[in-house]
């Protein structure tokens, strides 16, 4: 079946310090992916998705490139800052009806 | 815009009970997804609504029941709670049902006695 496997945590690191969290996948179809972060005691916010192969979502200076032929979809940032620190969660949509799975989620600590 | 606006934030029952818990979605949306995410998990998808009817369905027992109204507002009901149904519920809206961008309500904390 459809999911989502992410690299556990949780993750701390220093400010300025490069950040990558692993994300792979498996899905019957062509999905999309996402990755979504969850600041405490909030909902989660859509961070960045590619929609097909080789597709570079980006924002907030992360990045994900979403790579078919190691069915992956890792999260980057050149530096991180502590205002950062959250839960990261990467996600996959597929079929009509656009179901959602998620992975399990990667706790960030930046410590200054 | 007022964005996803779940109801209420916070919800203590005792096992046993009924709990219904209420979802707005976003100005424009008519697809409302709703989703479980127990503690330390990430969410899982219980079921999804457009034109007032249940969609698709996630691998939850049939004591978890929804509802879509006119306006595109939605419930979820949860009858006879167990200890396991503690968790955070969240709500999901897309525009549509083909939209593959869901934007998620800040979600309702249940605890179960």
């Known amino acids: 079946g459809d999911s989502v496997t992410q690299m556990e945590g949780p993750v701390t690191l220093s400010e300025e310090a490069f950040l990558t969290i692993n994300c792979t996948y498996t899905?019957?179809?062509?999905?999309?992916l996402f990755w979504y972060v969850q600041y405490p005691g909030e909902g989660l916010q859509l961070l960045l998705k590619a929609t097909k192969a080789d597709d570079k979502g980006s924002n907030k200076g992360f990045e994900a490139t979403y790579r078919k032929e190691t069915t992956s979809f890792h999260l980057e940032k050149g530096s991180v800052q502590v205002s950062d620190s959250a839960v990261y969660f990467c996600a996959l949509s597929v079929g009509t009806g656009n179901q959602f799975y998620f992975g399990t989620g990667t706790s960030l600590t930046v410590i200054p | 815009d007022a964005g996803v606006t779940q109801s209420p934030t916070h919800l203590i029952k005792t096992r046993g009970q009924q709990v219904t818990l209420r979802c707005s979605p976003k100005s424009g949306h008519d697809t409302v997804s709703w989703y479980q995410q127990a503690l330390g998990q990430g969410p899982q998808f219980i079921f999804q609504y457009y034109e007032e009817e249940e969609r698709q369905r996630g691998n939850f027992p049939d004591r978890f029941s929804g509802h879509q109204f006119p306006n595109y507002s939605s419930e979820l009901n949860v009858n006879a709670l167990l200890l396991g149904d503690s968790a955070l519920y969240l709500c999901?809206?897309?525009?549509?049902?083909?939209?593959?961008?869901?934007?998620f309500g800040p979600g309702t904390r249940l605890t179960v006695l």
């Open positions: 899905a019957t179809g062509y999905p999309s």
């Open positions: 999901a809206s897309s525009l549509d049902h083909r939209s593959n961008e869901q934007f």
